[in-house]
């Protein structure tokens, strides 16, 4: 029979959260043994992983939004663990829990524990991962720009309403791409470079990307004048912009843009003047369900 042992690294804002404390007990009941950390500033979702590997732990949940997520999976995947990673959606957008079809509800994502374990990609850039998605341009703007508060009050839909108020600050940014048998260069709105689908808060940027294909889906919005006033409808549904979008799917691609750009790594920023992303093929084991969209190829690992 397998450990039923596992570790919840628990984002600090969510302390006090009573719904988090019910499910904890619930799965103790049913035999799990279940020890909870918090996270108080940076570096401590790092730490925590390193001391639950060092104390035997085999799975590790990771109960916060997509920066948490991110935080706490490049720390598994940097340290060659064969420990395997659940998700605890507890954020405003949680993107990949989205994408991969984690439930939001606190019960049923931590019952993902029981679902055997799948291997995944990660993508990484200049020394960092991310399981998500890196995304440069506009989109990027609006998910830094977003105020905590702002989301504490409309939760997902205060990217929709940072990116209509900052609509009149839209400017577009000159880069070139280029990948095998790929290559693209102009000016572009938003940038995606998915491993999971959707970012910002919701906006499906790379609909396709599967997380264990070992590639890296690419979706570049070009910034002709034309389109300027169509964005405006993807930030207020994504009506009839998918179709202008350049997209490929490849397994390194790496951007240069002369003045520097912008890039969210799932929360975090970095700028860069040329940067190489690749896919990391394999670099994760994690709980998700059995359908989940975004595996493809993948195979159960128990």
């Given at each position: 029979?397998?450990?039923?042992?596992?570790?919840?690294?628990?984002?600090?804002?969510?302390?006090?959260?009573?719904?988090?404390?019910?499910?904890?007990?619930?799965?103790?009941?049913?035999?799990?043994?279940?020890?909870?950390?918090?996270?108080?500033?940076?570096?401590?979702?790092?730490?925590?992983?390193?001391?639950?590997?060092?104390?035997?732990?085999?799975?590790?949940?990771?109960?916060?939004?997509?920066?948490?997520?991110?935080?706490?999976?490049?720390?598994?995947?940097?340290?060659?663990?064969?420990?395997?990673?659940?998700?605890?959606?507890?954020?405003?957008?949680?993107?990949?829990?989205?994408?991969?079809?984690?439930?939001?509800?606190?019960?049923?994502?931590?019952?993902?524990?029981?679902?055997?374990?799948?291997?995944?990609?990660?993508?990484?850039?200049?020394?960092?991962?991310?399981?998500?998605?890196?995304?440069?341009?506009?989109?990027?703007?609006?998910?830094?720009?977003?105020?905590?508060?702002?989301?504490?009050?409309?939760?997902?839909?205060?990217?929709?309403f940072t990116g209509l108020s900052r609509f009149s600050e839209l400017k577009s940014a000159y880069g070139e791409l280029n990948g095998p048998d790929f290559h693209w260069q102009g000016e572009l709105l938003a940038l995606g470079i998915g491993n999971g689908r959707q970012a910002g808060?919701?906006?499906?940027?790379?609909?396709?990307?599967?997380?264990?294909?070992?590639?890296?889906?690419?979706?570049?919005?070009?910034?002709?004048?034309?389109?300027?006033?169509?964005?405006?409808?993807?930030?207020?549904?994504?009506?009839?912009?998918?179709?202008?979008?350049?997209r490929a799917r490849l397994p390194w691609v790496e951007l240069k843009s002369a003045e520097g750009l912008d890039i969210n790594l799932d929360g975090e920023p970095l700028r860069g003047e040329q940067l190489r992303f690749e896919a990391k093929s394999g670099a994760l084991r994690i709980?998700?369900?059995?359908?989940?969209?975004?595996?493809?190829?993948?195979?159960?690992?128990?």
């Open positions: 029979m397998a450990q039923r042992r596992a570790l919840l690294i628990l984002h600090g804002k969510q302390a006090l959260n009573e719904d988090v404390r019910a499910a904890v007990e619930r799965k103790r009941k049913h035999g799990w043994e279940l020890d909870v950390r918090l996270t108080w500033e940076g570096g401590d979702a790092q730490r925590l992983v390193k001391e639950a590997l060092a104390a035997g732990h085999t799975q590790i949940i990771a109960g916060g939004g997509d920066g948490s997520l991110r935080d706490i999976a490049e720390a598994l995947a940097q340290a060659g663990s064969e420990a395997s990673l659940a998700i605890l959606p507890l954020g405003t957008a949680n993107d990949f829990a989205r994408s991969a079809g984690v439930p939001l509800e606190i019960g049923p994502a931590l019952d993902l524990l029981d679902i055997p374990a799948r291997t995944v990609d990660m993508g990484t850039v200049d020394g960092h991962m991310f399981l998500n998605m890196a995304t440069g341009g506009f989109g990027s703007q609006v998910t830094a720009k977003t105020s905590e508060d702002l989301k504490k009050v409309l939760g997902g839909a205060a990217y929709l808060g919701g906006h499906p940027l790379c609909p396709n990307a599967l997380a264990d294909d070992g590639l890296l889906d690419v979706s570049i919005l070009p910034a002709p004048q034309e389109v300027v006033g169509t964005l405006k409808r993807l930030l207020e549904g994504g009506l009839g912009l998918d179709s202008m979008f350049v709980h998700l369900p059995a359908h989940s969209p975004l595996l493809g190829q993948g195979k159960r690992i128990g």
